[in-house]
């Protein structure tokens, strides 16, 4: 990685953090509602995303020329996290429940927003 972040890369960079940390608050708020066995169950299928993550990541800086940059651990773990619970609730919308898997009542499960910021009709 060049010691200097063109400034193109740095805000794709920035941009994929804000997301990685918008999809965190979301999973956070459905982890912490489950069980210690859901917790788990989660926490191993977090281990199993992690270890197959990409490390890097391309990012076009202009037409013809892409830069590669090395993706943040916690900008990662975030994702990962983030992946682990949308495969718990997948499961459970097959009527898979994996040790105890709930949703929070106060999170809509179609797109994962608090229930009291929803518009209606969504
Ligand atoms: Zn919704």
């Known amino acids: 990685m060049p010691k200097t972040i063109p400034t193109k890369t740095g805000k794709a960079l920035a941009a994929f953090q804000d997301v990685s940390q918008e999809r965190l608050q979301y999973a956070k708020a459905v982890y912490d509602h489950q069980n210690h066995t859901a917790q788990d169950a989660i926490d191993r299928i977090q281990s199993v995303l992690i270890r197959q993550a990409r490390?890097?990541?391309?990012?076009?800086?202009?037409?013809?020329?892409?830069?590669?940059?090395?993706?943040?651990?916690?900008?990662?773990?975030?994702?990962?996290?983030?992946?682990?619970?949308?495969?718990?609730?997948d499961l459970a919308y097959m009527d898979i429940r994996v040790s105890g898997f709930t949703w929070p009542p106060d999170l809509c499960i179609e797109c994962g927003k608090p229930i009291k910021r929803h518009k209606r009709g969504h």
């Not at 076009?60 to 900008?75: C, F, I, W």
């Open 55 to 89: 490390r890097r990541a391309y990012v076009g800086e202009n037409k013809t020329s892409r830069v590669v940059v090395e993706l943040p651990n916690d900008a990662i773990w975030n994702n990962t996290l983030y992946m682990a619970i949308e495969i718990m609730k």
